[in-house]
C-alpha cells in the first residue's frame, strides 16, 4: 500500500475469479439437469427445502423499511404464483387430450 492507498489487486466490487467460476458451473449444471422445469419438480417434492433455499436468496438488510419487506414478500408471492402457473401450463401441454 501506498501511503494508505490500495495500489493493486481486485477493484472493490470485483468478484472472486473462484466465485464466478463456481457459478457458471452451477448454472450450466442446472440447465443441464431440466432448470426451471426440474426445480419446481424438486421443489413441488421437498417444499421445505425450498423455501428454506429460496429465503436465503431475499437480502437481509435490517435498515429497509417494512414496506419495502412487505413489497418484497408480495414480489415473492407473486413470483412463486407465476412460475407455478407456468410449471402447471406447461404439464396441461405435454398431457395428451383424448377426443370423445
Known amino acids: 500500500m501506498a501511503k494508505g492507498r490500495k495500489t493493486g489487486g481486485r477493484q472493490k466490487g470485483t468478484s472472486n ?30 417444499p421445505t427445502e425450498f423455501y428454506r433455499l429460496y429465503s436465503r436468496l431475499i437480502p437481509l438488510t435490517g ?16 413470483r412463486e404464483r407465476r412460475m407455478m402457473q407456468e410449471h402447471y401450463d ?11
Not at 406447461?90 to 370423445?100: E, G, I
Request: glycine share 8%; aromatic share 8%.
Open 90 to 100: 406447461r404439464q396441461k401441454a405435454k398431457t395428451p387430450t383424448t377426443a370423445n
Open 17 to 46: 475469479h473462484s466465485t464466478v467460476v463456481a457459478k457458471e458451473a452451477f448454472q450450466l449444471a442446472f440447465e443441464k439437469i431440466g432448470g426451471v422445469d426440474a426445480l419446481a419438480g424438486w421443489g413441488t417434492k421437498h
Open 63 to 78: 435498515d429497509a423499511p417494512l414496506e419495502s419487506w412487505a413489497d418484497l414478500l408480495r414480489e415473492a408471492e407473486e
